[in-house]
């Protein structure tokens, strides 16, 4: 009766666990992955960048009336240190310095105008003004108010016996420069060409190995969301964000280009997060060398007469399984060895813990020539299956560390004004999901910046 019911066993288990049955496989979700990072520029990093951006002429005026039969050429350099005071998340004061010099002179056509000489003149002034940047959605900065509130000091000059008060005529010119190079034109200063030289750093498809396997990732951004402020006494807050999804490409079909930005659009999110969902997957001849290099050539001991020892093994997709066949040998303290195969099913999960690929709900069920080899497994199955529970363990834990560092590398920037690094990186699987191919293992990376200002 006993080996009547071993024998019934044995073939309930062979058709449960059919290696050549087809059955349905599991949908491989496509994860949106998401960056988020809150910028806090220094008032002397905008100082600094204003100061290199404007140039040192800044207005050149010929011929212009002041009456009484005078006229003058009138020069507007820059003379010093702009300077830079936002009011409230809006107002930022600028005090730009200001040398004025030019000549006085009677217009011509005058008496006596052939024998009169020009006078020059040299004067200095601080103008207070009040702007409100504002970035485009088309990646340009634009100054929709413009308000002289103060010129800093007052133009008075002496000539030809007469008084001369410069300082309307000098309000009135700088108002008149706005009006026609600044609040006039919401496409001021184009951001996009710096902004793409660092998505040409960061967003540039790479070549990555995990494995031995060499694949390539690229970002594709599907949206971009912005919100800027102006903090007080501190300087500009900017919530950078953008959404799309991480790509992945053959070795040898890896583009040449960044995907092109979007526009931008306004942003709600003043997290610091870096959430990337990365494809990877590994071709059912990968995992067979990392099972073999893992588990293969390994001798446990099934009970205190035999040994057991893995041998060839494939794997191939058993549903929402991973099916892997094993060649094996089972070896007596006293007799012949005896072959066979083995038809191990299992879950793929992750253990965090210690960076291991382990298998849930384990199942198998014995091939072999050795009619004593069926009948020992089905006798020992619960001591086959702890051994296997054991000894079915993935390492993923130098794998997971390759992906952190290309990461890690390819977000971290360098640049003439500030550096960026990333911090507390952590990549972890997210599932197994066998495939037609292979094993497509969604890995997802978690970080935060940081942002020093030169």
């Avoid at 060649?327 to 099913?345: C, H, Q, R, Y």
């Avoid at 993923?396 to 990186?425: C, H, M, N, Y």
Wanted: hydrophobic share 40%.
């Amino acid at each position: 009766m006993l080996l009547l019911t071993c024998l019934g066993l044995a073939f309930w288990s062979c058709k449960s666990l059919d290696p050549n049955a087809k059955l349905p496989l599991p949908t491989v979700p496509q994860g949106n992955s998401s960056v988020n990072v809150p910028v806090d520029i220094p008032i002397v990093t905008l100082s600094t960048l204003a100061n290199n951006s404007v140039p040192s002429n800044v207005i050149s005026l010929k011929a212009v009336d002041l009456g009484n039969g005078i006229q003058g050429d009138f020069d507007f350099i820059r003379a010093g240190t702009i300077q830079l005071m936002p009011l409230d998340s809006q107002r930022l004061e600028v005090v730009f310095p200001l040398k004025i010099q030019g000549e006085l002179g009677l217009k011509p056509g005058r008496i006596g105008n052939l024998l009169q000489s020009k006078i020059p003149f040299t004067r200095t002034l601080a103008p207070v003004m009040v702007i409100n940047p504002e970035i485009q959605p088309n990646w340009y900065l634009g100054v929709s108010e413009f308000e002289v509130v103060d010129l800093g000091g007052k133009l008075a000059i002496s000539a030809m016996g007469l008084e001369f008060d410069l300082s309307p005529m000098v309000r009135n010119e700088i108002r008149n420069f706005a009006k026609q190079n600044i609040t006039s034109k919401p496409d001021l200063i184009p951001l996009k060409p710096l902004m793409e030289s660092i998505w040409n750093e960061v967003g540039q498809p790479m070549l990555v190995e995990m494995e031995g396997t060499k694949m390539g990732l690229s970002i594709r951004p599907e949206s971009l969301h912005l919100r800027e402020y102006l903090r007080p006494n501190k300087g500009l807050h900017v919530d950078l964000g953008m959404k799309g999804k991480v790509e992945l490409h053959p070795a040898n079909a890896i583009p040449k280009k960044p995907y092109p930005l979007p526009k931008i659009s306004s942003n709600t999110d003043a997290s610091n997060s870096i959430d990337l969902h990365v494809p990877f997957h590994l071709t059912y001849a990968d995992l067979d060398a990392l099972i073999k290099k893992s588990f293969g050539g390994k001798v446990f001991r099934i009970n205190k007469q035999y040994v057991f020892e893995a041998k060839n093994m494939s794997t191939q997709a058993y549903g929402d399984k991973l099916g892997i066949t094993v060649d094996f040998i089972a070896t007596p303290s006293k007799g012949n060895p005896m072959s066979g195969e083995m038809f191990l099913v299992g879950r793929p999960v992750f253990d965090e813990s210690s960076q291991v690929l382990l298998f849930e709900e384990l199942d198998f069920v014995m091939k072999s020539t050795s009619a004593k080899a069926k009948l020992g497994a089905l006798l020992k199955q619960g001591k086959i299956h702890r051994q296997l529970n054991q000894q079915m363990k993935l390492p993923l834990g130098e794998t997971l560390a390759a992906g952190v560092k290309e990461i890690q590398e390819r977000f971290s920037l360098k640049t003439s004004i500030a550096t960026v690094d990333i911090l507390d990186l952590k990549m972890i699987p997210v599932g197994f999901y066998p495939t037609a191919t292979g094993l497509a293992i969604p890995l997802r990376a978690t970080a935060k910046t940081s942002i020093r200002w030169k």
